[in-house]
């Protein structure tokens, strides 16, 4: 029986691959920031319509070097619903997460609580646009400069995403974003950081590669983060079929809603945002009924995955454990649905009719 999984990487054509591979094997130029990487930058930054883009080894460096670059401490206010890099990356530069609960239909930080929970410790939001859908970034921004706050997107998920014809990567201090193989536009491993400001690209840049300033030794502490040849010319490649990609997944997307509309709740898609569809997370009436739909779509070689549960609020062993009611029960009732280039459109009306009949 054919196996589907909740998300493939896309494959482009091997041999336009094989090209780069050629080149670099010819350039014999490896890491450090080589042509193909400085290319894909540049493609990037027009792409996307943003600038000071930095293209780094993955999404997780690129919060820790969001967080450091901003010389952030104390307390950063952030989301209980996201993946657990958004967590990690606050408790790994030293910082302490405080976390606010989600709005139920957007599944975003919810900006009417945040600011009950700034403290005199407080330094920064890191809010997630989860599953790709813009938080409600002008509130956050009124509330940010009223407190003097610094604002960190994890927009992992946000890939080509718009906001009132804007890159939603252009608001904020700073957006991170994920390249992962998982992700429909990748580059195998990888991760973007977008800046508001020129400078604080720059001083990326040193952190990137270990605060190396040229020739003229250390500008600051520094990491390496920098990604290799051989992924950038996979971003090079994949670049030239996100259109299709997107195309394919809007069909998907359209596909699940039709079929699934009345029966299962969606996500509350931003109506000043267009839609990347990198996921389709959908919520069931409980979390007994999510068990059982999972359980029999497994036993059809269908796999979902409970994209976000648990709750991180709740279940860091690092961490108190502290209950939001709104991220809790939705955690518990969320499961992303398969979504991905090569999957056929009959297999995504036979996994809606399944659904369907289970529930
Ligand atoms: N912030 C947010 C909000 C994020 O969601 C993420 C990452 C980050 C930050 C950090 O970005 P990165 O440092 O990862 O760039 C996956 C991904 O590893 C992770 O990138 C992603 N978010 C997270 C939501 O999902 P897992 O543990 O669920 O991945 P895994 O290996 O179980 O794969 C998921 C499905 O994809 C499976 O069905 C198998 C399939 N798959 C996976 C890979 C890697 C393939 O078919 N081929 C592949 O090459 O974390």
């Given at each position: 029986?054919?196996?589907?999984?909740?998300?493939?990487?896309?494959?482009?054509?091997?041999?336009?691959?094989?090209?780069?591979?050629?080149?670099?094997?010819?350039?014999?130029?490896?890491?450090?920031?080589?042509?193909?990487?400085?290319?894909?930058?540049?493609?990037?930054?027009?792409?996307?319509?943003?600038?000071?883009?930095?293209?780094?080894?993955?999404?997780?460096?690129?919060?820790?070097?969001?967080?450091?670059?901003?010389?952030?401490?104390?307390?950063?206010?952030?989301?209980?619903?996201?993946?657990?890099?958004?967590?990690?990356?606050?408790?790994?530069?030293?910082?302490?997460?405080?976390?606010?609960?989600?709005?139920?239909?957007?599944?975003?930080?919810?900006?009417?609580?945040?600011?009950?929970?700034?403290?005199?410790?407080?330094?920064?939001?890191?809010?997630?646009?989860?599953?790709?859908?813009?938080?409600?970034?002008?509130?956050?921004?009124?509330?940010?400069?009223?407190?003097?706050?610094?604002?960190?997107y994890d927009a992992a998920h946000?890939?080509?995403?718009?906001?009132?014809?804007?890159?939603?990567?252009?608001?904020?201090?700073?957006?991170?974003?994920?390249?992962?193989?998982?992700?429909?536009?990748?580059?195998?491993?990888?991760?973007?950081?977008?800046?508001?400001?020129?400078?604080?690209?720059?001083?990326?840049?040193?952190?990137?590669?270990?605060?190396?300033?040229?020739?003229?030794?250390?500008?600051?502490?520094?990491?390496?983060?920098?990604?290799?040849?051989?992924?950038?010319?996979?971003?090079?490649?994949?670049?030239?079929?996100?259109?299709?990609?997107?195309?394919?997944?809007?069909?998907?997307?359209?596909?699940?809603?039709?079929?699934?509309?009345?029966?299962?709740?969606?996500?509350?898609?931003?109506?000043?945002?267009?839609?990347?569809?990198?996921?389709?997370?959908?919520?069931?009436?409980?979390?007994?009924?999510?068990?059982?739909?999972?359980?029999?779509?497994?036993?059809?070689?269908?796999?979902?995955?409970r994209y976000f549960y648990p709750?991180?609020?709740?279940?860091?062993?690092?961490?108190?454990?502290?209950?939001?009611?709104?991220?809790?029960?939705?955690?518990?009732?969320?499961?992303?649905?398969?979504?991905?280039?090569?999957?056929?459109?009959?297999?995504?009306?036979?996994?809606?009719?399944?659904?369907?009949?289970?529930?």
């Amino acid at each position: 029986m054919k196996k589907i999984l909740v998300t493939k990487p896309f494959m482009a054509p091997r041999k336009e691959y094989e090209v780069y591979i050629k080149k670099i094997w010819d350039n014999q130029w490896l890491t450090n920031m080589g042509p193909f990487a400085v290319e894909l930058e540049q493609k990037l930054q027009t792409h996307l319509d943003v600038e000071n883009l930095m293209f780094v080894s993955n999404g997780t460096i690129a919060l820790h070097m969001a967080i450091k670059v901003l010389g952030l401490k104390g307390e950063i206010i952030t989301t209980p619903f996201s993946f657990v890099a958004t967590s990690n990356s606050i408790m790994w530069e030293g910082c302490t997460p405080v976390f606010v609960d989600i709005e139920k239909g957007s599944l975003n930080i919810d900006p009417s609580l945040i600011e009950a929970a700034i403290t005199e410790k407080t330094t920064a939001i890191l809010a997630t646009h989860i599953f790709g859908n813009p938080c409600d970034v002008e509130a956050i921004q009124e509330i940010a400069v009223k407190h003097k706050l610094k604002i960190i997107y994890d927009a992992a998920h946000s890939f080509g995403v718009k906001f009132k014809n804007n890159s939603i990567f252009k608001y904020g201090d700073i957006s991170t974003c994920s390249l992962h193989a998982t992700k429909f536009y990748h580059t195998g491993e990888g991760g973007l950081i977008i800046a508001n400001d020129a400078e604080i690209l720059k001083a990326l840049g040193y952190i990137r590669n270990h605060g190396l300033q040229e020739d003229q030794g250390f500008a600051s502490i520094g990491t390496n983060a920098k990604n290799s040849e051989f992924h950038a010319a996979l971003g090079l490649v994949n670049l030239k079929y996100v259109d299709d990609i997107l195309k394919k997944r809007r069909e998907i997307a359209k596909i699940y809603e039709r079929k699934l509309k009345n029966k299962l709740e969606f996500q509350v898609w931003n109506n000043s945002a267009s839609k990347n569809n990198c996921y389709f997370p959908v919520v069931f009436s409980s979390e007994k009924q999510l068990l059982h739909v999972k359980e029999r779509l497994e036993q059809n070689n269908i796999y979902t995955r409970r994209y976000f549960y648990p709750s991180l609020s709740s279940s860091l062993p690092y961490l108190d454990p502290v209950i939001l009611p709104i991220t809790e029960d939705i955690s518990k009732r969320c499961l992303c649905l398969p979504i991905y280039f090569d999957l056929n459109l009959e297999d995504v009306e036979n996994i809606c009719n399944l659904i369907l009949s289970e529930i």
